[in-house]
């Protein structure tokens, strides 16, 4: 997961944070278009069952309860 934010973070100019270090170890393939940042968005938190919280300067990624 880690390497696809960072590749998130070159494509959309978003920084993510996430306080869950289990989050970031996750093995990932994303087999979505990078080009709409929506339904990266929403494939990701589906797939992942987490939720991404846009703040002002960062998007926080958390798992959903």
């Known amino acids: 997961m880690a390497e696809v934010l960072v590749k ?13 270090s289990s989050l970031l170890a996750k093995e990932l393939y994303l087999g979505v278009p990078y ?5 990266v ?9 987490i939720q991404f919280n846009e703040k002002e300067h960062y998007v926080e990624l958390q798992l959903n309860p």
């Open 35 to 39: 080009s709409d940042w929506e339904t």
């Open 41 to 49: 968005r929403q494939a990701l938190e589906l797939s992942l069952n």
């Open 8 to 20: 998130l973070t070159q494509i959309y100019g978003k920084e993510f944070v996430s306080t869950d």
